[in-house]
């Protein structure tokens, strides 16, 4: 089963950028991947970005023209980018393929504060 990594994660000031990265154990290039956001522990995980096999994107109303999600299916790998960071973009932030998901990885914390 493929696995994920994901990096890129830190502490931010407000209004400032980050770029997460996902690097997956094998082909993804079928899959419809998704960047998930979980904001605290114990709450569930919701998907923030989703981009198709094709490259179609689709974001969540809360981050759109903020986040950019892109992907490399020959390296295997599935960006994040974050601009304008806010406080309630905090949490932990995962990839996985979208709706059907794999098994997940460990995350990469974003802690966005003054």
């Known amino acids: 089963q493929v696995q994920f990594v994901e990096s890129g994660g830190g502490l931010v000031q407000p209004g400032g950028s980050l770029r997460l990265s996902c690097a997956a154990s094998?082909?993804?290039?079928?899959?419809?991947m998704a960047w998930y956001r979980q904001q605290a522990p114990g709450n569930q995980r919701a998907s923030v970005a989703?981009?198709?096999?094709?490259?179609?994107?689709n974001y969540a109303d809360s981050v759109k023209g903020r986040f950019t999600i892109s992907r490399d299916n020959a390296k295997n790998l599935v960006y994040l980018q974050i601009d304008s960071l806010k406080p309630e973009d905090t949490g932990v932030y995962y990839c996985?393929?979208?709706?059907?998901?794999?098994?997940w990885g460990q995350g990469t914390q974003v802690t966005v504060s003054s």
């Open positions: 996985n393929r979208y709706i059907s998901t794999l098994q």
């Open positions: 989703v981009i198709d096999n094709g490259g179609g994107t």
């Open positions: 094998g082909s993804i290039s079928i899959y419809t």
